[in-house]
């Protein structure tokens, strides 16, 4: 069965960085994109970027453009998504979700990672 | 970019209702790119209906999806207790992606 699993919550200062981590299993690691969705608390939902596992491809929302830094890791099927300078306004869950090619739609989540960035 | 415009913000029906939830586009999107998206509270975000028609695996018949260009929708055709919750539009477009806001349908 596919699962993303994701790494734990993390607290972070203001103009630090964060790395979360998405561990897919269940498929084949380099035929889906991997996507990083962020909800801010009682928000919606908001696309960040994506990352072709197989060639390490980007593509990443314009808000984020230069913050933002999305990897993967072929040894370990783990992609990465990392935010720099990170404000209070950066205190949100990030998702990460599995990209079904054909039609664009996320058919699978991570569980969700609770980055808070407070002094 | 595509914005992404949900209607309304909160809908108030009781269980048994039918939930018509709207989905506009800032400019015309292709039919295959648009999905809905249910999420309750400390959830991630559950995959509906994809391809603006097709219901994803093991979502119940009472689901279903519609619409072409700039205008999308989403109904629950008779609501039940567990269908309380807020729901999301999505859109893939010149490789960005987009949500709408999210309507939350709530009990009345």
């Known amino acids: 069965q596919v699962e993303l699993v994701q790494s734990g919550a993390d607290v972070k200062m203001p103009g630090a960085s964060v790395r979360v981590s998405c561990k897919p299993s269940?498929?084949?690691?380099?035929?889906?994109?991997i996507h990083w969705v962020r909800q801010a608390p009682g928000q919606g939902l908001e696309w960040m970027g994506t990352?072709?596992?197989?060639?390490?491809?980007?593509t990443y929302a314009q808000k984020f453009q230069g913050r933002v830094t999305m990897t993967r890791d072929t040894s370990t099927s783990t992609v990465y998504m990392g935010l720099n300078s990170l404000k209070s306004e950066d205190t949100a869950i990030y998702y990460c979700?599995?990209?079904?090619?054909?039609?664009?739609?996320?058919?699978?989540w991570g569980q969700g990672t609770l980055v808070t960035v407070s002094s | 970019e595509v914005v992404l415009t949900q209607s309304p913000g909160t809908l108030s029906l009781s269980p048994g209702e039918r939930a018509t939830l709207s989905c506009r586009a800032s400019?015309?999107?292709?039919?295959?790119?648009l999905s809905w998206y249910q999420q309750k509270p400390g959830q991630a975000p559950r995959l509906l209906i994809y391809?603006?028609?097709s219901r994803a695996t093991g979502i119940p018949g009472r689901f279903s999806g519609s619409g072409s260009g700039t205008d999308f929708t989403l109904t629950i055709s008779r609501l039940e207790p567990e269908d309380f919750a807020v729901y999301y539009c999505?859109?893939?477009?010149?490789?960005?992606?987009?949500f709408g806001q999210g309507t939350k349908v709530e009990i009345k």
């Open positions: 979700a599995r990209e079904e090619p054909l039609y664009g739609d996320f058919d699978y």
């Open positions: 391809g603006t028609s």
């Open positions: 269940g498929y084949t690691f380099s035929n889906h994109y």
């Open positions: 999505l859109q893939y477009g010149s490789s960005l992606w987009t």
């Open positions: 990352i072709n596992p197989s060639g390490g491809r980007t």
């Open positions: 400019q015309s999107i292709s039919s295959n790119y």
